[in-house]
């Protein structure tokens, strides 16, 4: 039986402002109408496995959980307390998915891949299947298309069923050097997905990175739930070395093997990888949402909330958000990474949060603020509802636009209906609700002297957060 085990955690710096670190990029709808995780949740109906085993940041809960229930699949989801790159997450799913008494083959997906052609994807998984069940750990290569310099390469070695054994890694390299890899014939692109037995994983975690294993077999014998989730003890995991699978795992092992993908694979890494996921017009330009583009080449242009138009440029990206905007020529796409670790050495805070902020309970996005006051648009999901809180610095005014306000106030319970609304002064406990079948969409106008998302006292929550979240 395959365990689909899905790496989520990253935070695709190289795709600000698009991708922040509350709202990384697996999580983004970049190529349609599913985001890039519940595009690779979908992709498994084409298999017969268990429930996928999500593994992410803590940070992240909710917006896993929501994505799952979106795509209405169901499957465990694994907490991180901080990133440890992808060999101890494995450990870790291996180690979880022995306790069921079963030894499954995982089958390890990062959350961020787009693949064109899904029955090709199965295709490669069940053609695997026999190394892997010979014990053999098995990598997937991507049949290069053209000579790629954002990808690492493998070199092929004899032939082994219906791949090759795994000659070695080959990191990303040069230009010049991609053309001559392209030209072998015998190298593949290094996807990052795998199939291997979990028992056979964990064997050669303990011949070669014993340390690991053990803090993955503390952190996972002292995990706790908490609500649907599973969190990794965190003292235990912060002592995993942070390795990937291929330098710590792959690199050393005997029994290590290579098929071939050729189903339209791409890794949305940076902003021509994402470009490349779209078909672009006679001028070699893609554009969404509202742009104009007058005498320009060989550009993206993104434009979320507002009209973006450019004239007389060629091979720029320009990326508009509510909060932002990024201008930057093609050749420097993958210096996007520095320019956000520049920015929140400055202490900006763009790089981390989003203009649209994600809750349990659904989502809230700010409008407009100023001295002493914050306006927000507040989403709240049918059937939900917030905690009960109280501000020690601020009064908030509810305006209901949409849908019917469930509202406590101190000792009263009340409805607010479309076009009616209710005042919230300092200090008084109140809770939101949602008791209708829609979304409920209200405008909040927040008054006071701190406007802080800290600036909150819960006495009651479902989801069991902190104060922050």
């Known amino acids: 039986m395959i365990q689909p085990v899905i790496l989520s955690g990253g935070s695709g710096t190289r795709l600000w402002p698009l991708s922040r670190e509350q709202m990384p990029k697996q ?3 970049l190529t349609g109408e599913q985001s890039l995780l519940q595009q690779t949740l979908t992709r ?3 298999l017969t496995t268990l429930p996928p085993m999500l593994i992410g940041h803590h940070s992240h809960r909710f917006l896993m959980a929501e994505q799952l229930r979106e795509v209405q699949q169901k499957g465990q989801i694994v907490l991180e307390p901080a990133g440890r790159n992808t060999a101890p997450a494995i450990a870790c799913a291996a180690l979880l ?5 079963e030894d499954p083959l995982l089958l390890v997906l990062p959350a961020d891949h787009v693949i064109g052609d899904a029955l090709a994807f199965t295709d490669s998984v069940q053609r695997a299947e026999p190394l892997a069940e010979q014990g053999y750990l098995v990598t997937f290569g991507v049949v290069p298309t053209h000579p790629e310099t954002g990808y690492g390469y493998i070199a092929c070695g004899n032939a082994l069923g219906a791949g090759h054994h795994l000659e070695a890694f080959i990191e990303k390299p040069a230009l010049e050097r991609a053309k001559a890899l392209l030209e072998q014939g015998d190298t ?3 996807s990052g997905m795998f199939l291997l037995r979990a028992s056979r994983y964990l064997a050669e975690l303990e011949r070669l990175q014993p340390d690991m294993l053990a803090a993955c077999q503390e952190a996972v014998a002292r995990a706790h739930r908490d609500l649907d989730f599973l969190r990794l003890d965190e ?3 912060q002592r995993c070395p942070s390795e990937s699978i291929d330098y710590a795992v792959m690199e050393h092992c005997s029994q290590a093997a290579v098929v071939p993908l050729d189903a339209q694979w791409g890794d949305i890494g940076s902003f021509d990888a994402l470009m490349a996921t779209h078909t672009p017009d006679t001028a070699g330009n893609v554009v ?7 005498d320009t080449q060989r550009s993206l242009v993104v434009a979320n909330h507002r009209l973006v138009a450019t004239l007389g440029v060629e091979d720029l990206i320009v990326v508009e958000t509510s909060d932002s905007v990024l201008v930057a020529h093609r050749d ?3 210096g996007v990474k520095q320019l956000v670790a520049a920015l929140t050495q400055a202490g900006r805070s763009e790089p981390h949060t989003s203009p649209q902020v994600h809750r349990p309970w659904g989502s809230f996005q700010a409008m407009n603020s100023g001295e002493r006051y914050q306006v927000k648009h507040i989403t709240v999901r049918p059937g939900a509802r917030l905690s009960l809180q109280r501000h020690h610095h601020r009064a908030e005014h509810w305006v209901v636009v949409s849908g019917t306000a469930k509202v406590t106030l101190d000792e009263r319970t009340f409805l607010v209906s479309e076009n009616q609304s209710t005042y919230i002064p300092i200090g008084a406990l109140h809770r939101l609700e949602n008791p209708g079948k829609i979304p409920l969409e209200l405008i909040e106008v927040q008054s006071g002297s701190y406007l802080g998302e800290d600036d909150i006292e819960r006495l009651d929550d479902v989801y069991a957060r902190h104060s922050d979240e």
């Open 27 to 29: 999580f983004l709808h």
């Open 44 to 46: 498994l109906e084409g």
């Open 97 to 101: 998915a022995r306790q069921t008494g």
């Open 188 to 190: 593949l692109w290094n």
């Open 235 to 237: 003292q235990a995991f």
């Open 288 to 294: 969404t949402g509202d742009g104009v583009l007058s």
């Open 332 to 334: 420097k796409a993958q």
